[in-house]
T-cell receptor, first 115, second 114 residues
């Protein structure tokens, strides 16, 4: 079983919809939770990160972490065709030892927002 | 501020050859991590360097190696290439020291092994 599970989709929504992307994880040592967006043939782009449990908002994006359930979410409000990409969740337990520089990724969810 | 750069962007190699990929981190970032991305396995961590020292390594064979220079630029090398090494190789930089979770990725090098 993978440490981080993410539904690969694909997910197709109309423009303006609210999108919900989710990941579950099994490693309780994870403390930092990141969301990346990757366009075709590009490197992943960091959207936002959250430390421990709670919510974080940045424009149309809201990240939620529920450590008790080992579940994280990314919500995209008023989705646009330019949001069409693969969304990757990533996690880290923080600095030290086998955590140095290592992010553990989900498989990614392919999102298409159609006009 | 310039982002992470990787060279070359595309490579085609033959089985048994070796390859060297280069990564220049964001100015001021001292930690460089390398990842392999394939459709089947997704993004997998290869290794991380900080101040010219490898601090962490993923579960890849010894054919995969790397190094970091005093200016924080990093290279990775794959020897005796196999068909299964075909992938997008990504490097990411972070400030380093304690905080390595906030990573910024380069565009990647797409390696095709024939």
């Amino acid at each position: 079983q993978k440490e981080v599970e993410q539904d690969p989709g694909p997910l197709s929504v109309p423009e303006g919809a609210i999108v919900s992307l989710n990941c579950t994880y099994s490693n309780s040592a994870f403390q930092y939770f990141m969301w990346y967006r990757q366009y075709s043939r590009k490197g992943p782009e960091l959207l936002m990160y959250t430390y421990s449990s709670g919510n974080k908002e940045d424009g149309r994006f809201t990240a939620q972490v529920d450590k008790s359930s080992k579940y994280i979410s990314l919500f995209i409000r008023d989705s646009q065709p330019s949001d069409s990409a693969t969304y990757l969740c990533a996690m880290s337990s923080g600095a030290g030892g086998t955590s140095y520089g290592k992010l553990t990724f989900g498989q990614g969810t392919i999102l298409t927002v159609h006009p | 501020k310039a982002g992470v750069t990787q060279t070359p962007r595309y490579l085609i190699k033959t089985r048994g050859q070796q390859v060297t990929l280069s990564c220049s981190p964001i100015s001021g970032h001292r930690s460089v991590s390398w990842y392999q991305q394939t459709p089947g396995q997704g993004l997998q961590f290869l290794f991380e360097y900080f101040s010219e020292t490898q601090r962490n390594k993923g579960n890849f064979p010894g054919r995969f190696s790397g190094r970091q220079f005093s200016n924080s630029r990093s290279e990775m090398n794959v020897s005796t290439l196999e068909l299964g090494d075909s992938a997008l190789y990504l490097c990411a930089s972070s400030l380093g020291s304690a905080s390595t979770y906030e990573q910024y990725f380069g565009p990647g090098t797409r390696l095709t092994v024939t």
